[in-house]
């Protein structure tokens, strides 16, 4: 027997820009010393802001340790010079980070109190 459909208590409105992230920080490995991997720091400081943005509405205040750093090193606006082995393993390192903050964040629905449409 089906019954009627219960409606999400939550979101996981980080997962889009986690993945994109991950993606283009994965990608921008074959950038990395071109002068067009500054399209790939701007989509990864701004989509490590917006996730931000839905871990603070989750209330998960924690995953902003690592979100912050990841938007000011791949911050276009003030470059900060990393080369070598170590960028290197930070791209998969911030790229392992948009994945899990992605899945594990939560974003709680919020339900409206009217029954009809304003």
Do not use: E
Request: proline share 6%; aromatic share 12%; with cysteine.
């Amino acid at each position: 027997m089906m019954g009627t459909p219960v409606a999400p208590s939550f979101t996981r409105s980080a997962l889009a820009p986690g993945l994109l992230g991950a993606m283009a920080l994965l990608g921008g490995l074959a950038l990395l010393d071109s002068s067009g991997y500054i399209v790939i720091r701007y989509a990864v400081s701004i989509l490590a802001l917006i996730i931000c943005v839905f871990v603070w509405q989750a209330r998960s205040w924690w995953w902003l340790l690592p979100l912050g750093p990841i938007a000011v090193l791949w911050n276009p606006v003030f470059l900060i010079a990393l080369h070598g082995q170590g960028w290197v393993s930070a791209q998969f390192a911030a790229a392992l980070v948009f994945i899990v903050v992605g899945v594990l964040t939560k974003v709680p629905v919020q339900r409206t109190g009217g029954a009809g449409v304003d």
